[in-house]
């Protein structure tokens, strides 16, 4: 919640950088900040794997605890975007990647039939976060500044993943693996298929959270406050998605799951985010979107495991969680980018179709995965 929450919730932050704080600043520098969170989260989870392997995982709790709330208060007292990507972006993901990881990784250990639902209960967190966490963010805002809300959202973290860490226990001893990151995946063909899906999903994954809220005021022309409700309105289709989708995927496959939930990621974002002239639609399209959203990352895992098996699974994750950096690293950089050069800072449309089009290269990436497993369309995989 803590972690992942305060990455969704971040479209709240950027929208007043990007009109209020540092409104000279382009898009793209700004937009940085948010993808550094998720890119070095999921970076240094490889890191933050190794540690929950060889030590108590509730350290390592404590310890991303320390880093990640401490970034935050660090953050409060920066005066320039470089400061706040150094601690606002970097550190924060250094520290949220040692709450994520153990968080994620542990229900995995308590459950065997219902595991891809019990990590999407687990993931869940990140919803319910961003969803109350920005209009707190907002709230805060408003009322007190940016920096105090800084600061309370660090003291925050620091608290509850402190408070929570003793109940983080694992239930078995788990094997140091004998790779870090399995680098022999990449001679299997279904590996480098699912490698390029993670990709493309993960670079698409932040444009609409870190960018509608925004859209809601300078296109839409609604009051600022509309920022915030979109990115929780987002958050809050995910809460029932993570679930929902997770134990669909128990009885349809994941694979299955992963592939649908691309689709209508695409359908969201080109169907009804590109042509939006009315807050109704855009409404629409957040709710949708945020509902099939977090199991574009919190399905991989479970396709993963159920392609190449639980024993080599912590190694290959290593690489799917490089996959992640490479898409975060492309994603919302470059559509600042083209929103700043094509569309004066104005026009989203081209930052709407980059987006899109990472959503399809994806599908067309699962599509081929998918019939090399099987050509029934009803097989569960």
Known sequence: MVAVGTVNSYGVYMQEYELNVFST?????????????????????IAAGVLVERIDPRAVIVLGSVVSGGALMVASACKTPLGL?????????????????????????????????????AVTGGSIGGMWM??????????????WSLRITGLMTLVAGCAFSPLMARRVEVHRRDRIIDFSAMRNVRFLLLFGASVFNSGGYFLPYYF?????????GRDSVWGADISSIMNAGGIAGRILIGLMADYIGPLNSLLASIVVSAIAVLAMWLPCKSIGLLVASALLYGFVSGSLVSL?????????????????????FISYTIGAMISSPV?????????HGTDYTWLIVYGGLFFVISAVLLIALRVSLSFSILHKV
């Open 335 to 343: 559509g600042g980018k083209l929103l700043d050069d094509y569309g």
């Open 25 to 45: 600043t382009p898009a793209s520098t700004l937009s940085w900040i948010g993808c550094l969170q998720f890119a070095t989260l999921s970076l240094f989870g």
């Open 85 to 121: 990507l150094l601690t606002q972006g970097l550190l924060f993901g250094v520290g949220a990647s040692f709450l994520v990881t153990p968080a994620v990784s542990l229900p995995s250990q308590w459950m065997d039939r219902y595991r891809a639902l019990a990590t999407g209960i």
């Open 134 to 147: 920005s209009f707190a963010s907002k709230a805060m805002i408003e009322r007190l500044g940016w920096q």
């Open 212 to 220: 509608q809220p925004p859209y809601a005021v300078v296109v839409l």
């Open 300 to 320: 991989v895992p479970v396709v993963t495991a159920n392609l190449f098996g639980i024993k080599r699974l912590p190694s290959i994750l290593g690489l799917l």
